[in-house]
């Protein structure tokens, strides 16, 4: 009991001690208006600074269109497939109907490039003259270019944006070519399908003419293996005739007795003159088969030509082509055998109707004068002719059944080809699926953002909030003597003298909390998810900050105060404020998590957006260890200067 009683009579002697200092230094402040006035400004700076500092950076794309741009158009466009473009001067048209920044035309290259030097210009977007004929074709990746020259060192932000510019102007571009490359493929695509369906139809219908081909063929075949059998039995009469004629002269006379009787010898003539007439009907008939085949070969190979030129028509097809080419051929040259054979069986049976008719007319006048004959009969080479010319007529029909076999053997060639070719054919192309635009642009990234926030001055100004209070704090403590203390302050408490002095700073700071909140709540309009302990939060750092700072000018004089200015730049640097504190450098990543402003600043966001899940405790927690400990440094760091209370005089001379 008696030790609960002394710990309240040292809390009531310190608090005591506490107010006696505190009033002396408010005392002056009550005596002279002018130094309410010089606090009361104080107080206001930081807000002044907020709103300054974060209404030039509030919405940046809501004045995008005052940002002077110039562009370029020197292309001359382009005729790809009969179609002529001008990517361009739609390039232009497109960026000028967005209206997203304040794009000026220029004629002239050098006169944009001499703007952007001098400053009148961000950036200028120049189209060369060849773009349209290299950027259509696509030959080479990044063969169609586009200048955006800026220059960074009249404004290296502006420089940035020219880059980012550029970046989303190239994949507009090229999702643009990208969609009327895909729309000329769709329609190749039909194109194929279409060829590919005439391709069977004449494929159907020269197969059908194979197949006749053959069975004529088959026929023919069998035609000649008769006329060859002919053929050798008047070889053989033939042989047996001449040598007839030969024993003749020898039995002229016995002959005359035993002649022929007339009919015989008329038959005999009239057979051999059907005989000639079938060989010259057989000739033409030949001729026309020959010239049929020929007119097929020009066929196939012309639509072989065709096939090996279609992307779309498989291998196995050209092949089976092929053969049925090689066997066009062959049918050919069984023909012209055939041929040759065929002429020269017609003119032995001309021939042989000749000399029989010739016989017949001998027989037919033999008998009016057989004794004048006699002196007339046909010479030994008229009869070696007559044997000659049946043996050429026998070999004819050789050939002409060998031929005849040829052509059947290339006729079933051609017949299995064809039927090959299209067995391979397919039935139909595959299309391509979906639209040019799908198909160029198929990917579209989803952003979901947490704790989300209105603009870029609302994200930005947790950041500055922190910086405003920490200048309020420094400019606070030259409202007072923060070393100087009464004389008959000497034998008070640590925590008295500190509690005392400090009381001026920590009430205009306060005042500066409460003026940022309201700023930033009614003046900036900025939403904040927890108000409240918004309001605890910006206390409690300023009355960190002013701990801060009062320990430091304790620790150093004077020159304290300047470290606290450089102590806020590093904290600036280390808290994320411009850019992610991983991309400052390893020193400022590792420094940042023991810095009080990075805690102020991730307690502001939790407050404001319920940003780190609305972990807003901790931040607190660290804020206020901060600020005790630069409190007890306050305290025991530092030698006091006592002085008469009459010598007491405000910091500030106003």
């Not at 001309?350 to 016989?359: G, P």
């Not at 076999?405 to 079933?412: A, D, F, M, N, W």
Request: hydrophobic share 45%; with cysteine.
């Amino acid at each position: 009991m008696s030790h609960s009683v002394s710990r309240r009579a040292r809390l009531k002697h310190l608090l005591t001690q506490t107010r006696w200092v505190a009033h002396v230094e408010f005392s002056h402040f009550q005596r002279e208006a002018k130094l309410r006035l010089a606090a009361l400004v104080v107080a206001i700076i930081p807000s002044i600074y907020l709103l300054i500092y974060l209404s030039s950076v509030w919405d940046p794309s809501a004045r995008s269109t005052s940002l002077p741009v110039g562009l370029v158009n020197l292309d001359q466009g382009f005729t790809y497939r009969e179609k002529t473009l001008n990517i361009g001067n739609d390039l232009i048209s497109g960026l000028q109907h967005k209206k997203q920044l304040g794009y000026q035309n220029f004629d002239n290259e050098a006169q944009a490039r001499e703007r952007v030097r001098q400053g009148k210009l961000a950036f200028a977007l120049i189209i060369p003259r060849d773009f349209s004929a290299n950027a259509v074709p696509g030959l080479q990746a990044g063969q169609g270019r586009l200048v955006v020259y800026t220059s960074a060192g009249n404004n290296y932000e502006s420089s940035v944006l020219a880059s980012q510019f550029a970046k989303a102007l190239g994949e507009e571009v090229n999702q643009t070519l990208n969609e009327q490359r895909w729309s000329l493929v769709l329609s190749a695509s039909a194109g194929s399908q279409q060829s590919v369906d005439r391709l069977r139809s004449g494929m159907t219908q020269l197969r059908n003419g194979a197949l006749e081909l053959a069975n004529g063929t088959s026929k023919a075949e069998l035609s000649s293996v008769g006329l060859h059998q002919g053929a050798t039995r008047l070889q053989d009469g033939v042989q047996r005739l001449a040598d007839g004629t030969a024993q003749l002269g020898g039995g002229i006379r016995s002959m005359e007795a035993s002649l022929p009787p007339i009919d015989d010898v008329r038959n005999l003539r009239t057979g051999a003159e059907a005989l000639a007439s079938g060989h010259q009907e057989l000739d033409k008939g030949l001729q026309e088969l020959r010239l049929g085949s020929q007119r097929m070969a020009q066929s196939v190979s012309h639509f072989k030509t065709e096939a090996d030129s279609n992307v779309f028509v498989p291998s196995a097809v050209a092949d089976g082509l092929d053969r049925v080419r090689q066997g066009a051929e062959q049918l050919d040259q069984g023909l012209g055998q055939a041929q040759e054979g065929q002429q020269k069986l017609s003119q032995g049976a001309t021939t042989l109707s000749n000399k029989i008719r010739t016989l017949t007319f001998g027989v037919r006048d033999m008998r009016a004068g057989l004794r004048s004959m006699t002196g007339k009969l046909p010479e030994d080479s008229q009869l070696d002719q007559l044997r000659n010319g049946s043996l050429e007529l026998a070999r004819g029909t050789s050939q002409l059944h060998d031929g005849l076999q040829r052509l059947r053997e290339g006729s079933h060639y051609l017949s299995a080809g064809i039927d090959l070719m299209t067995q391979e054919l397919p039935s139909a192309v595959g299309s391509i699926e979906g639209s040019p635009e799908g198909l160029a642009h198929s990917v579209t990234p989803i952003l979901e953002v947490d704790a989300e926030v209105a603009n870029h001055g609302s994200g930005f100004a947790p950041n500055i909030i922190p910086v405003s209070l920490w200048l309020g704090a420094g400019i606070a403590a030259f409202l007072v003597h923060l070393r100087l203390l009464p004389r008959m302050a000497q034998s008070f408490s640590p925590w008295a003298q500190f509690l005392g002095k400090v009381s001026v700073p920590a009430s205009v700071c306060l005042l500066q909390a409460t003026l940022v909140l309201l700023t930033v709540c009614w003046v900036l309009g900025i939403s904040v998810q927890h108000p409240a302990i918004l309001a605890v939060m910006l206390a409690l750092a300023s009355l960190t900050f002013v701990c801060i700072v009062y320990a430091l000018t304790r620790a150093f004089g004077d020159a304290g105060k300047a470290l606290a200015m450089l102590f806020l730049a590093l904290q600036v640097s280390a808290s994320g404020g411009l850019l992610p504190v991983e991309l400052s450098g390893s020193l400022y990543a590792q420094i940042s998590p023991w810095l009080p402003m990075t805690w102020v600043v991730m307690g502001v966001k939790a407050c404001m957006f319920h940003a780190f899940e609305g972990d807003w405790y901790t931040p607190m927690l660290v804020t206020l260890c901060w600020g005790v400990a630069s409190a007890w440094v306050a305290c025991f760091v530092g030698q006091w200067r006592f002085v008469p209370v009459r010598r007491m005089r405000p910091l500030l001379d106003v």
